[in-house]
């Protein structure tokens, strides 16, 4: 622990222990926990043993036998290896608690459950439902339980107790163990106060009670989580979908948990932390990268974005489909065979009504209307003839008439079949047909989205085209019967994996039917339902867990919905740090227009990353600028931790520079430590250089550098141990506005510099 470190304020909910703790350690009942984590770990060790020794076995049994033979072999050997994967992955602090209660026995809490030889539970997974006290119990409200205890590890090695005694009244425990140990500070301040990495690692070992409430809150609706920065919005969100896939892992694994987040640089600063609570089979990705085949990567100017994301959009691309199908203003008159067909307006018109009333997508309907066109005109053929067509002739002229180009292009002109890129592109490109689709939206606005055709896509257009794929849809007739048979085929799948675990005895929680049965269906192509999900636009999931929610646009919004229309999500974010322009001020004026009464929400309200005089800082900003902040108590207070620089204008970029390699020097621990300078998008080419890293456009965030430099944008989502913040005047101009200094200001853990030479925004330094 970093001996400058103390715990904050107590608050209700909050870190502080609901019970007496004790700082000492009392080494003979260390001894004692030694010996069961021992027992555990030799329990892993062995079935780690079992379970490569039938892998073995099973890659010995050679490639023979019948297709179905070796398709349950090789479902085997990725059995037995992902069971492998998963026993390495629990290493780390393999049991963490333990529960000591009135009546029951004692129970000990770790990252996956585990039962002896004679399948007696000897480590509670700290997902069930009798681990739960182990994070929610108080002395108010104790369940039974009147010790809980944290067991702080180094490897295998026991290092610390740390003890809430939830019954005050009682000073030993039962069965003669001598002496209660009461616990000083916390595993909790412990890891709070640890170097950083440049990756986030998981809290299971000290959940709080107010985050344990919303990792284990129901399934259904939406939840939306509004917390002020640090109060483990995004820990409390990853917790919550491993706790869901593995409490309702039968209704999940079939159609799968999305996760949205807000750059690639933050899912990978994320993206340790699913693994090492043994779950994998999360579909992460970004908003640009959610439409697959289109990827939006180039920058845009906020104002764009502000009008692609709002809400009219959808009428816009919806008006924009229906524009393409249109009557001609002039009947057309063809010549085949010598004879006189003539695409007749009111034809048209009645073909499009007729097609319209299918509620069909564009592409699909299309072969409706030209279906009924070539009916018609085959009819025009057919009463110039001599004689009465026979249906087989009739088929032939229908084929001509396809066939010819001028009825091909009337039919096009009438109703073009469409991709969604040539749709929005054409928007773009072709002023008239903005105007068409958009008749509300100003002359202003419109000349704002104008841009040249084959211009790279950005975050925002991703919404835009989705709405248009949605609306346009694909003709996949045959896509379609396949997926049917492969559906059919899964649920086989499903149930035969299913029983082949049971009989197996494969652990409780560490390899599903799920992966199972993609390996005995996958003929070949072994494709998780992750890997099929991300290729499919039409994909839907079981739930959707949505970070730094408050930065989607309306129109992102409905596109994440279209994925999930069971509207089972967890919505986590803050109001105050929005910096898109087309993103949330308030939940509710967001979210009610698309999810009405359908969802709820709940706070945080302890912020476990920033010292509190950083913190204090950050907020008198925020509310001097007039921004939604949230209640907020720091669980952490250390000394020195905000220091203000002023600065000459030709020294600022070497004195960041100078502030950031000192603040490396304090941080530093055992090797880790990360500091970032964050700056103005004008100044981060020379700090780059000043601190010695090349000046590559986006290469510094979420990296594991020792000194980082980025936007306060990039920063979003991330933390580092210091901070060296440059000209915050200027954030507050760009933009992101105070929003962006805001998040700028509440990412160190330790240590905050502000290297300024203008004068500072108001409250920062009060
Ligand atoms: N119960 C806990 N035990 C240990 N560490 C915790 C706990 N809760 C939060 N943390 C730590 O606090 C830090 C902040 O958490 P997190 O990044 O989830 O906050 P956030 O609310 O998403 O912040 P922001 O809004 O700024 O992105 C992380 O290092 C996280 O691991």
Same mark, same amino acid.
């Given at each position: 622990?970093?001996?400058?470190?103390?715990?904050?304020?107590?608050?209700?909910?909050?870190?502080?222990?609901?019970?007496?703790?004790?700082?000492?350690?009392?080494?003979?009942?260390?001894?004692?926990?030694?010996?069961?984590?021992?027992?555990?770990?030799?329990?892993?060790?062995?079935?780690?043993?079992?379970?490569?020794?039938?892998?073995?076995?099973?890659?010995?049994?050679?490639?023979?036998?019948?297709?179905?033979?070796?398709?349950?072999?090789?479902?085997?050997?990725?059995?037995?290896?992902?069971?492998?994967?998963?026993?390495?992955?629990?290493?780390?602090?393999?049991?963490?608690?333990?529960?000591?209660?009135?009546?029951?026995?004692?129970?000990?809490?770790?990252?996956?459950?585990?039962?002896?030889?004679?399948?007696?539970?000897?480590?509670?997974?700290?997902?069930?439902?009798?681990?739960?006290?182990?994070?929610?119990?108080?002395?108010?409200?104790?369940?039974?339980?009147?010790?809980?205890?944290? +067991? *702080?590890?180094?490897? %295998?090695?026991?290092?610390?107790?740390? =003890?809430? $005694? !939830?019954?005050?009244?009682?000073? /030993? #425990?039962?069965?003669?163990?001598?002496?209660?140990?009461?616990?000083?500070?916390?595993?909790?301040?412990?890891?709070?106060?640890?170097?950083?990495?440049?990756?986030?690692?998981?809290?299971?070992?000290?959940?709080?009670?107010?985050?344990?409430?919303?990792?284990?809150?129901?399934?259904?609706?939406?939840?939306?989580?509004?917390?002020?920065?640090?109060?483990?919005?995004?820990?409390?969100?990853?917790?919550?979908?491993?706790?869901?896939?593995?409490?309702?892992?039968?209704?999940?694994?079939?159609?799968?948990?999305? +996760? *949205?987040?807000?750059? %690639?640089?933050?899912?990978?600063?994320? =993206?340790? $932390? !699913?693994?090492?609570?043994?779950? /994998? #089979?999360?579909?992460?990705?970004?908003?640009?990268?959610?439409?697959?085949?289109?990827?939006?990567?180039?920058?845009?100017?906020?104002?764009?974005?502000?009008?692609?994301?709002?809400?009219?959009?959808?009428?816009?691309?919806?008006?924009?489909?229906?524009?393409?199908?249109?009557?001609?203003?002039?009947?057309?008159?063809?010549?085949?065979?010598?004879?006189?067909?003539?695409?007749?307006?009111?034809?048209?018109?009645?073909?499009?009504?007729?097609?319209?009333?299918?509620?069909?997508?564009?592409?699909?309907?299309?072969?409706?209307?030209?279906?009924?066109?070539?009916?018609?005109?085959?009819?025009?053929?057919?009463?110039?003839?001599?004689?009465?067509?026979?249906?087989?002739?009739?088929?032939?002229?229908?084929?001509?008439?396809?066939?010819?180009?001028?009825?091909?292009?009337?039919?096009?002109?009438?109703?073009?079949?469409?991709?969604?890129?040539?749709?929005?592109?054409?928007?773009?490109?072709?002023?008239?047909?903005?105007?068409?689709?958009?008749?509300?939206?100003?002359?202003?606005?419109?000349?704002?989205?104008?841009?040249?055709?084959?211009?790279?896509?950005?975050?925002?257009?991703?919404?835009?085209?989705?709405?248009?794929?949605?609306?346009?849809?694909?003709?996949?007739?045959?896509?379609?019967?396949?997926?049917?048979?492969?559906?059919?085929?899964?649920?086989?799948?499903?149930?035969?994996?299913?029983?082949?675990?049971?009989?197996?005895?494969?652990?409780?929680?560490?390899?599903?039917?799920?992966?199972?049965?993609?390996?005995?269906?996958?003929?070949?192509?072994?494709?998780?339902?992750?890997?099929?999900?991300?290729?499919?636009?039409?994909?839907?999931?079981?739930?959707?867990?949505?970070?730094?929610?408050?930065?989607?646009?309306?129109?992102?919004?409905?596109?994440?919905?279209?994925?999930?229309?069971?509207?089972?999500?967890?919505?986590?974010?803050?109001?105050?740090?929005?910096?898109?322009?087309?993103?949330?001020?308030?939940?509710?004026?967001?979210?009610?227009?698309?999810?009405?009464?359908?969802?709820?929400?709940?706070?945080?309200?302890?912020?476990?990353?920033?010292?509190?005089?950083?913190?204090?800082?950050?907020?008198?900003?925020?509310?001097?600028?007039?921004?939604?902040?949230?209640?907020?108590?720091?669980?952490?207070?250390?000394?020195?931790?905000?220091?203000?620089?002023?600065?000459?204008?030709?020294?600022?970029?070497?004195?960041?520079?100078?502030?950031?390699?000192?603040?490396?020097?304090?941080?530093?621990?055992?090797?880790?430590?990360?500091?970032?300078?964050?700056?103005?998008?004008?100044?981060?080419?020379?700090?780059?250089?000043?601190?010695?890293?090349?000046?590559?456009?986006?290469?510094?965030?979420?990296?594991?550098?020792?000194?980082?430099?980025?936007?306060?944008?990039?920063?979003?989502?991330?933390?580092?141990?210091?901070?060296?913040?440059?000209?915050?005047?200027?954030?507050?101009?760009?933009?992101?506005?105070?929003?962006?200094?805001?998040?700028?200001?509440?990412?160190?853990?330790?240590?905050?510099?502000?290297?300024?030479?203008?004068?500072?925004?108001?409250?920062?330094?009060?």
């Amino acid at each position: 622990m970093d001996g400058r470190d103390r715990p904050g304020q107590h608050v209700p909910g909050g870190p502080s222990p609901p019970g007496r703790r004790s700082v000492t350690v009392q080494s003979d009942e260390v001894r004692l926990e030694q010996l069961t984590v021992d027992l555990l770990y030799a329990r892993l060790d062995e079935l780690r043993r079992t379970t490569r020794a039938r892998l073995a076995q099973v890659r010995r049994s050679g490639p023979s036998g019948s297709p179905q033979n070796r398709s349950e072999r090789d479902a085997f050997a990725t059995l037995y290896e992902d069971r492998a994967a998963l026993l390495e992955a629990v290493e780390d602090r393999l049991c963490f608690g333990r529960l000591d209660f009135d009546e029951d026995p004692t129970r000990y809490i770790g990252r996956i459950g585990l039962t002896d030889e004679h399948h007696t539970s000897i480590l509670t997974d700290w997902r069930a439902p009798a681990a739960q006290a182990f994070y929610r119990a108080t002395a108010a409200q104790r369940d039974g339980v009147y010790r809980r205890r944290h +067991l *702080v590890t180094r490897g %295998r090695t026991v290092t610390a107790l740390e =003890d809430d $005694v !939830l019954d005050l009244g009682r000073t /030993t #425990g039962p069965g003669g163990e001598g002496d209660l140990v009461l616990s000083g500070e916390g595993a909790l301040l412990a890891s709070l106060a640890a170097a950083r990495t440049g990756r986030m690692g998981d809290i299971v070992a000290t959940i709080q009670a107010e985050q344990d409430a919303i990792i284990r809150s129901d399934l259904q609706g939406a939840l939306v989580v509004q917390g002020g920065p640090g109060t483990g919005k995004t820990a409390v969100a990853l917790h919550r979908a491993a706790y869901l896939l593995y409490a309702h892992r039968r209704l999940l694994e079939r159609s799968g948990v999305l +996760l *949205v987040g807000p750059s %690639r640089s933050f899912l990978r600063y994320i =993206d340790q $932390v !699913l693994p090492s609570l043994g779950e /994998t #089979g999360v579909v992460s990705t970004t908003i640009s990268d959610l439409l697959p085949g289109v990827a939006g990567r180039a920058q845009e100017d906020p104002a764009v974005a502000e009008v692609k994301g709002r809400p009219e959009m959808a009428e816009v691309v919806a008006r924009a489909v229906r524009a393409r199908q249109r009557v001609p203003a002039e009947d057309v008159h063809v010549r085949v065979d010598g004879y006189d067909v003539v695409v007749r307006r009111r034809d048209v018109r009645d073909a499009i009504a007729r097609a319209r009333r299918l509620h069909k997508p564009h592409n699909l309907a299309r072969v409706t209307f030209v279906r009924e066109m070539l009916n018609r005109l085959a009819q025009q053929y057919a009463e110039q003839l001599t004689y009465s067509l026979p249906s087989d002739e009739r088929a032939e002229v229908v084929e001509e008439l396809r066939t010819t180009r001028e009825i091909r292009v009337a039919l096009n002109l009438a109703w073009m079949p469409l991709t969604p890129q040539k749709l929005v592109e054409d928007l773009y490109a072709k002023p008239h047909r903005l105007a068409e689709a958009a008749p509300r939206t100003s002359a202003a606005d419109r000349r704002l989205l104008r841009r040249e055709p084959g211009s790279p896509w950005t975050e925002a257009d991703i919404p835009l085209l989705d709405e248009a794929a949605e609306l346009l849809g694909e003709d996949d007739q045959a896509a379609r019967a396949q997926a049917r048979r492969d559906a059919e085929q899964r649920t086989e799948s499903l149930d035969y994996a299913r029983q082949v675990l049971e009989s197996s005895g494969a652990a409780g929680g560490l390899v599903d039917a799920e992966t199972l049965a993609d390996r005995f269906s996958g003929g070949g192509s072994h494709q998780t339902t992750a890997e099929r999900a991300a290729q499919d636009r039409t994909w839907t999931y079981a739930h959707l867990v949505v970070d730094e929610a408050q930065e989607l646009s309306a129109m992102a919004w409905r596109m994440l919905l279209r994925r999930c229309p069971t509207r089972s999500m967890t919505i986590v974010g803050d109001v105050a740090q929005t910096s898109s322009p087309a993103g949330a001020r308030s939940w509710s004026a967001m979210l009610t227009p698309l999810l009405r009464d359908s969802w709820r929400s709940a706070e945080l309200t302890v912020n476990y990353r920033t010292p509190e005089a950083v913190a204090s800082s950050a907020r008198s900003m925020a509310l001097e600028a007039g921004l939604p902040v949230s209640p907020l108590t720091s669980a952490r207070v250390v000394p020195d931790a905000l220091r203000v620089h002023p600065t000459a204008e030709d020294d600022l970029v070497e004195a960041a520079a100078r502030n950031a390699a000192g603040a490396l020097d304090e941080v530093r621990q055992d090797g880790a430590g990360q500091v970032a300078v964050i700056a103005p998008e004008r100044l981060l080419g020379a700090l780059r250089r000043a601190v010695g890293l090349p000046d590559v456009d986006g290469r510094s965030s979420g990296s594991d550098d020792p000194v980082v430099v980025l936007s306060a944008r990039e920063s979003k989502g991330l933390e580092f141990d210091a901070v060296v913040l440059v000209e915050p005047g200027d954030l507050v101009d760009g933009p992101g506005g105070a929003s962006d200094l805001y998040v700028a200001m509440t990412r160190p853990t330790k240590l905050l510099h502000v290297v300024h030479t203008q004068p500072l925004p108001g409250g920062i330094a009060d």
